[in-house]
């Protein structure tokens, strides 16, 4: 599937440290998927440096193609 990014989603990528090739990864292949006040918000968990950290995406998918908003991880896994 085709996805847009938000100049925002860029600058949050860059200052997380997260690559669009991750974000795609996730986004195509979601270990979970929950809609919140009509976003889309795909997660799936990744290992970096020996942690594991779920990585959640978050998509407007009522635009044509879907905007890719914002992204990060978190290392709190029982929160989400």
């Given at each position: 599937m085709m996805f847009k990014f938000s100049?925002?989603?860029?600058?949050?990528?860059?200052?997380?440290?997260?690559?669009?090739?991750?974000?795609?990864?996730?986004?195509?292949?979601p270990s979970e998927k929950i809609v919140e006040n009509g976003i889309a918000i795909y997660q799936n968990s990744i290992e970096e440096n020996s942690k594991t950290y779920l990585l959640r995406v978050f998509v407007n998918e009522n635009k044509i193609p879907p905007l890719i908003i914002t992204a990060y991880k978190t290392s709190k896994l029982k929160k989400y």
């Open positions: 100049h925002h989603c860029f600058e949050q990528l860059k200052k997380r440290g997260l690559t669009e090739q991750i974000i795609i990864r996730v986004v195509n292949n």
